[in-house]
């Protein structure tokens, strides 16, 4: 595995100082990337304490080959597969959303535009669509709405014209180079020091993954999977994300009580929020990837 690329965890101390509340406990690392929680959690745990870990990168997961430790496993997968993990069995689910700086530093992933490579985008590569495949024959409509949903890009419709107007006049796109110079000719201005494809790039990796429908997935299924106080731990980049988590943690920590039936008993809460943790000024200063970081922490309620 090339370890050219080197990957800096976000949020470390402070993600496996409010996840780790029972050393012999089951912990799940969502999200496994380049390990870097994952290696600090096993640090916490005990004699009896377990990790599981997920990932869709098969990079992701040669790395957590090297990990020679009895307590730890890794499976192959989405985080959504949280769901098939028994009832009340974790003490603990991460899930840090980040692309890790492997993924966007290498050329052949496809993830940046700052590096031509083929364009890829899939975080796993062994299976799947990638994002060239998908936009060699997607509709102009299809397109604008994946980069205005995902992008938050208010060109969406004038990139996604011209993304079509070249495949019928030149053939599809198959790198990012040639991706971020359309974009940069179709978008008229843009803030201050960002790229004219951030957002394109962002909108197509989301839609490429199914990101945001995983997460979705995942936190539900990690309400059935934790165990009474055990703790939900998820870092976010970016509006989408977060806004999502963030609502998630909101409705299930409000009673909910049926308006339809006189002196109804409200649902019991299932999840009690406990903090929202942003990066420290020297976090950010020594990693400046850190800078958007959200963290939100929660904990299972009940007996």
């Known amino acids: 595995m090339d370890t050219e690329w080197q990957h800096t965890t976000v949020l470390l101390n402070e993600a496996i100082s409010s996840l780790v509340t029972r050393p012999d ?59 098939e993990l028994p009832v009340a069995s974790a003490a603990g689910v991460l899930m840090d959303l980040g692309v890790s700086s492997p993924q966007i530093d290498n050329p052949g992933r496809g993830f940046s535009f700052r590096h031509d490579g083929p364009l890829d985008m899939r975080m796993d590569t062994t299976r799947g669509q990638s994002a060239a495949e998908w936009l060699a024959q997607a509709e102009s409509g299809q397109i604008a709405q994946v980069i205005r949903d995902y992008g938050e890009e208010r060109f969406a419709v004038p990139i996604a014209k011209a993304i079509v107007a070249r495949r019928q006049e030149r053939g599809p796109l198959a790198t990012t180079a040639e991706l971020a110079q359309l974009v940069a000719g179709a978008v008229k201005t843009r803030e201050p020091g960002q790229d004219p494809a951030t957002r394109t790039f962002q909108a197509l990796r989301i839609h490429v993954n199914a990101e945001l429908e995983e997460l979705k997935q995942a936190l539900e299924a990690s309400v059935d999977v934790l165990q009474p106080q055990g703790r939900l731990v998820v870092i976010a980049f970016h509006s989408l994300e977060d806004r999502i988590v963030k609502q998630f943690i909101a409705r299930h920590a409000r009673e909910v009580v049926d308006r339809r039936v006189p002196f109804a008993v409200g649902a019991p809460l299932k999840l009690r929020a406990l903090a929202r943790i942003r990066p420290s000024a020297e976090e950010v200063a020594a990693n400046p990837r850190a800078r958007s970081a959200i963290m939100r922490v929660a904990e299972r309620t009940g007996d």
């Not at 390990?35 to 098969?58: E, Y």
């Open 25 to 83: 406990g089951l912990y799940v690392d969502a999200t496994f990337g380049r390990g870097g929680h994952a290696r600090l959690l096993l640090s916490r745990l005990g004699a009896a304490g377990r990790l599981l870990a997920f990932d869709k990168d098969p990079e992701a997961v040669a790395e957590a080959a090297r990990i020679q430790d009895a307590r730890f496993s890794i499976r192959h997968e989405g985080f959504r597969h949280l769901a």
